[in-house]
């Protein structure tokens, strides 16, 4: 098992202005038995895939670069650099980007996932 990894930040940088980016940094394919975590880049106008969603599992943002804006049950929140957003399993929300620089972000999910189920319900 690899105990120390690290976030791709030169990949990340050299993808197109419009591209979304998700580094994996631990699953299940790589030993992860509790959480996955991963590194994701959201690019301008850009945001949550499934738009307002829930997830079966506990999902942790950290945001690393950029002000992501998320709603979270119907409040709006500006979430810049240092900002830690906590996401309870069946918590309903969306994040999208309204700046014009790219955010990154850690995203971590608890328990582990299951991989034979869709990772996110559009509501």
Known sequence: MEYV?????????????DERVTQVLFDHTSGAKNCTTACIKIPAGGGSPAGMHIHAVDQIFYILKGTMSIEIEDKQYDCPPG???????????????DSGEPIVHLAFNAPLPDPNVPFAESV
């Open 5 to 17: 990894r690290k976030v791709d930040f030169a990949a990340i940088d050299k993808s197109g202005a």
């Open 83 to 97: 900002s830690l957003i906590v996401l309870p399993a069946g918590m309903r929300h969306r994040n999208w980007n």
